[in-house]
């Protein structure tokens, strides 16, 4: 009974491999036979150096990223990113170009906002954040100092199925919920950032993959722990990281290397997704996926029954037949999948099948 | 072999009791059966809300915290608490006082002084950070908005043996590495706040008890991740929090209460430290201590040998015999034994006793 899993589609913090809970659950108290934890041993000792060593190449190896950028781990969220990109990069002067997609978009904006003057190039919330826009609709400020997006949107269930170009703007992107669930062309952004609870490791760490020249122009003389200068000239410890998470981010880059990388994540992440929307599709409008289907999202499935209280009857089924989390986000309501890399195709194929005899049963 | 321990005098990240670690293990796979590691779980869900809030009660307990007190788990550790502080309670005009007696207290002066005012009302840089101010000493400004000073010093082994009163100007306490070590008398506090990772748990949370009239003088309108009141207002998660250090962090709470609370832990924790001040007192001058008597702190003890050589030799004998982690901070060098409310006193014991061989050997 205590080690049975179940299937877990939330939207983050998110199933995570089994093999990396094991390794963890091995190593609980003596790491690679060091005689200590992870969490109890210095963050400055060799131990620890080569794990945050290992989880800073695993993920460059993963993502292609050429030596100009820097890997910082942080702490706080992308909350804390909502803030440190204006106050490092907006609160000198100028105005900064936002692309609002959905809730974590909006949120982001919403810091800016206290910190220094933003633009709206464009949003989709007149038509409740079903979609994303092409890059051809996009018209960046010619003074824009950076844009920012989110490349998916965990609560509406949308994302950009390209790497946003700038044409010559900065541009900075949230990928919390769909970074390593793809490859990427790293270069054509100048800082992209994620919370690690969804595709990369536990809540509590946050991964920052800032270029170089972004890097050289954050302010001097501002709060030591806010400025990513301070983390990049020390190794991302100018104070004491989170240690467990970034332990658990090297184990998941291993774990994600042993299956073949980004390119084999994409092929399993995209068969999952096309399972799920081609359920909602073929159910004659039992279910109806909220995203438009060119902005569906491949790692958070949304969709809406009849009503609320179908919808709530069959979240209260499926998790009572094992699957777990499928309550949409509460400022939205509806039903949310989410199915980040760590998520099994047996996981999907057996929500396929309950929601193909809840429709049956409630037609 | 894998599982072997040995004993880690780390000054933080730091020992935990192993019943906490073998706990962790044995629900790494699935919490309390519910087939998901805590490290998977939805911060919104009944199962982690169960845990956030028996970490907060917990420690209310432990350190029979008042009601108007709200406790907090933020991210970032003391160094984010060095600027949210003055962020949150200078930054719109006034002055603070701050007292410095070590390399900490110094850092959160530096933050606050980017931010606002500060005078330093009382300093102990000239013996060499060897010892405290007493309370008589102490002499408040007058228009003070805050007092800040840092309860134990983990670089240089002072800690304050009394509550700190502010005579009605508000006290703020680091108290990252005594916390729990010994009851306190909260009541003489406006704010607390401590790292987690010496008493409490593993790196990357925060704890923050703050009265409520102090936090109902944190400004309207600034960055919502540095605001304490959106953290008290959202019971900690205005966004995910580190979910795995705050199980961790509930754990250790159910392990302090079994072990008889905090007048236990500070018996405890006295005998630990008379073992080791007596061995270097009684060493004929091979071993120096550090700070002056009175200030010698419980947790972190601080002494020197003859020469940075043999300090070395020590060091590395020590950690051949599996006593890890004994070497001084890299910014004062010397020896250190953190000896926190997890270290055990056999291996105290055994310290004494290579410390008495080691001696006796190169004298």
Known sequence: MLNHRIYNFSSGPAVLPVPVLEKAREEMLSYRGCGMSVMEISHRSSQFEAILESAKQGIRDLL??????????????ASLQFSMIPMNFLAGGGSADYVITGTWSEKALAEADRCGSTRIISTKKDGGYKAVPTQEEL????????????????????????????????????????????????????????????????????VVIIRDDLLETAPKNQQSILDYRNFAEHGSMPNTPNTWGIY????????????????????????????????????????????????????????????????????????????????????????RASI????????????????????ARNS
């Open 64 to 77: 292609q990223i050429p030596n100009n950028y820097q890997i910082l781990f942080l702490q706080g969220g």
């Open 139 to 206: 018209r960046f400020s010619p003074d824009a100092l950076y844009v920012h997006y989110v490349s998916n949107e965990t609560i509406h269930g949308v994302e950009f199925t390209y790497d946003l170009d700038g044409h010559g703007t900065p541009v900075i992107c949230d990928a919390s919920s769909n970074i390593l669930s793809k490859a990427i062309d790293v270069e054509k952004y100048a800082l992209i950032y994620a919370g690690a609870q969804k595709n990369i490791g536990p809540s509590g760490v946050t």
């Open 248 to 335: 658990i981010i090297s184990l998941v880059c291993d774990w994600l290397h042993a299956q073949g990388g980004l390119a084999s994540m994409e092929k399993r992440n995209k068969e999952k997704a096309a399972l799920l929307y081609a359920a909602i599709d073929s159910s004659d409008g039992f279910y109806a996926g909220h995203a438009e289907r060119q902005a569906r999202s491949q790692m958070n499935v949304t969709f809406r029954l009849a009503s609320e209280g179908l919808e709530r009857k069959f979240c209260e089924e499926a998790d009572a037949n094992g699957l777990n989390g499928l309550k949409g986000h509460r400022s939205v309501g509806g039903v």
């Open 340 to 359: 980040y890399n760590a998520f099994p195709k047996s996981g999907v194929e057996t929500l396929v099948d309950f929601m193909n005899d809840f429709a």
